[in-house]
């Protein structure tokens, strides 16, 4: 599985990362993983999953993690987070 995660400001895309996760664990076990990685390589603090963040991603495979996401202070406008191949 391979997850692509973009922090966007000013409809620019700051900086990503693409996750690889190749263990033989359950499909949102790796998503957490990868999201903790992603979280520690951007010095971000871990954002909270919100019933629209669940149903976007169920919907699309794809979600944005914006401010109320977030317990600190974000200097971008939203996390994206897409699954590219599973």
């Known amino acids: 599985m391979r997850i692509w995660f973009k922090e966007w400001k000013d409809n620019r895309m700051l900086q990503d ?3 690889c ?3 033989d664990d359950t499909r949102t076990h790796k998503i957490f993983h990868a999201l903790d ?3 520690y390589a951007f010095d971000l603090s871990k954002p909270i999953w ?10 699309h495979a794809k979600t944005r993690f914006y401010q109320d996401n977030f317990v600190d202070s974000i200097p971008f406008d939203y996390l994206e987070m897409h699954i590219i191949e599973e």
Do not use: G, H, S, T
């Not at 919100?50 to 919907?59: G, P, Q, S, V």
């Open 21 to 23: 996760e190749e263990d």
């Open 37 to 39: 990685e992603v979280c």
């Open 17 to 19: 990362m693409v996750v």
């Open 50 to 59: 919100l019933d629209a963040n669940i149903a976007e991603f169920k919907k």
